[in-house]
């Protein structure tokens, strides 16, 4: 799944980036629940596109003006805000480039970040947590207006959440096996306005492509959980591990079961699990090491559990303490037996 999401961004961002048009370019919506992956993958094409871009461009900005200072960013990573508003997003797309941007009014922030965006040769746009947004606030509908006039400054946006098609950005939708697409429904209640064709310049300008988690189902789905866990493997630098620690017995059914086949919770359980065994002199993961390691993601500064960025954490194993074995009283010596009486 994650390679599939990578083949539709790269493609994407690429395409966009070779046109010459002034047309509105399309983007890209990446779903899927709290540590799958979504942003780390997402970030992974962005930064290969960009080293594709400057050694193409030999490190300069194909845009820059004659006499200007050639700063250049092909991709611009921006985290939404808890509580966004149009002011804040524009401030923290601003942060990254490093801009001022204190006392400056709302229209001064909108075209202070659209001059940004082409001064800098952005051609990637990331919004991350982009479900932030809560559309039944109003300062979040103007968030998301902003987002649609940044479409048309040949920037391509690629927003990363969790829960979109349930969050109102695109309306509530359903997903179509037969063609692999979302089918969005007529705009009823709460998301109707007076303006209904408005909100299809976000719905039919973005593709939305799901990254969902392992699966242990079916032998395609267990040799990838296996595929995976055996890079993972040979990353590990513990001085007793075996050839196949993450990959032989029952060590992959252990890890689906501890995990969910979440690969963020499956990276924390490993880490920790690594310094346990560093620390223990181990030198190596087994089952019963990692029954005493416990998977928390309390206290996390950036994340947001109301927006579902913070997934469910399996239950650990169960420590149920072993009974001793009773004692063998085959051969023990009962004593001398009392007088039978007459």
């Given at each position: 799944m994650s390679a599939a999401v990578a083949r539709v961004v790269a493609s994407r961002i690429r395409t966009n980036a070779l046109k010459r048009k002034p047309s509105t370019r399309a983007g890209v919506m990446v779903n899927g629940g709290?540590?799958?992956?979504?942003?780390?993958?997402?970030?992974?094409?962005?930064?290969?596109?960009?080293?594709?871009?400057?050694?193409?461009?030999?490190?300069?900005?194909?845009?820059?003006?004659?006499?200007?200072?050639?700063?250049?960013?092909?991709?611009?990573?921006?985290?939404?805000?808890?509580?966004?508003?149009?002011?804040?997003?524009?401030?923290?797309?601003?942060?990254?480039?490093?801009?001022?941007?204190?006392?400056?009014?709302?229209?001064?922030?909108?075209?202070?970040?659209?001059?940004?965006?082409?001064a800098h040769g952005t051609k990637a746009l990331i919004l991350d947590d982009i479900t932030r947004l809560k559309m039944h606030r109003e300062a979040d509908q103007d968030v998301l207006d902003l987002i649609r006039s940044l479409m048309s400054m040949s920037v391509t946006l690629v927003l990363v959440g969790v829960g979109i098609p349930q969050s109102g950005l695109l309306r509530d939708s359903r997903y179509d096996a037969r063609s692999g697409q979302w089918v969005f429904p007529p705009a009823t209640g709460r998301f109707r306005s007076r303006n209904d064709a408005a909100g299809t310049q976000t719905e039919r300008r973005f593709d939305l492509i799901e990254l969902g988690p392992f699966r242990y189902d079916t032998a395609a789905q267990i040799d990838a959980w296996v595929h995976h866990l055996a890079g993972i493997q040979d990353q590990l630098r513990l001085l007793k591990a075996e050839p196949a620690m993450l990959t032989s017995a029952g060590m992959p059914e252990?890890?689906?079961?501890?995990?969910?086949?979440?690969?963020?919770?499956?990276?924390?359980?490993?880490?920790?699990?690594?310094?346990?065994?560093?620390?223990?002199?181990?030198?190596?993961?087994?089952?019963?090491?990692?029954?005493?390691?416990?998977?928390?993601?309390?206290?996390?500064?950036?994340?947001?559990?109301?927006?579902?960025?913070?997934?469910?954490?399996?239950?650990?194993?169960?420590?149920?303490?072993?009974?001793?074995?009773?004692?063998?009283?085959?051969?023990?010596?009962?004593?001398?037996?009392?007088?039978?009486?007459?």
């Amino acid at each position: 799944m994650s390679a599939a999401v990578a083949r539709v961004v790269a493609s994407r961002i690429r395409t966009n980036a070779l046109k010459r048009k002034p047309s509105t370019r399309a983007g890209v919506m990446v779903n899927g629940g709290g540590y799958q992956g979504k942003t780390e993958t997402v970030c992974e094409v962005a930064a290969l596109f960009e080293e594709w871009w400057l050694e193409l461009h030999h490190q300069l900005n194909p845009d820059a003006l004659p006499g200007t200072r050639d700063l250049h960013a092909p991709v611009a990573y921006v985290q939404t805000p808890v509580t966004a508003t149009p002011k804040s997003t524009c401030e923290a797309i601003l942060d990254f480039y490093g801009e001022p941007h204190k006392n400056m009014t709302l229209p001064q922030l909108v075209r202070t970040v659209k001059a940004a965006l082409h001064a800098h040769g952005t051609k990637a746009l990331i919004l991350d947590d982009i479900t932030r947004l809560k559309m039944h606030r109003e300062a979040d509908q103007d968030v998301l207006d902003l987002i649609r006039s940044l479409m048309s400054m040949s920037v391509t946006l690629v927003l990363v959440g969790v829960g979109i098609p349930q969050s109102g950005l695109l309306r509530d939708s359903r997903y179509d096996a037969r063609s692999g697409q979302w089918v969005f429904p007529p705009a009823t209640g709460r998301f109707r306005s007076r303006n209904d064709a408005a909100g299809t310049q976000t719905e039919r300008r973005f593709d939305l492509i799901e990254l969902g988690p392992f699966r242990y189902d079916t032998a395609a789905q267990i040799d990838a959980w296996v595929h995976h866990l055996a890079g993972i493997q040979d990353q590990l630098r513990l001085l007793k591990a075996e050839p196949a620690m993450l990959t032989s017995a029952g060590m992959p059914e252990y890890l689906f079961r501890r995990t969910d086949g979440i690969v963020g919770l499956l990276e924390r359980l490993i880490e920790d699990g690594c310094s346990q065994a560093i620390d223990s002199g181990a030198e190596r993961l087994t089952t019963g090491l990692l029954d005493s390691v416990t998977i928390s993601l309390d206290h996390l500064p950036v994340r947001d559990p109301a927006a579902g960025e913070v997934p469910a954490i399996p239950a650990p194993p169960s420590r149920v303490p072993r009974r001793k074995r009773p004692r063998n009283t085959s051969f023990d010596d009962g004593g001398t037996p009392a007088a039978t009486r007459r």
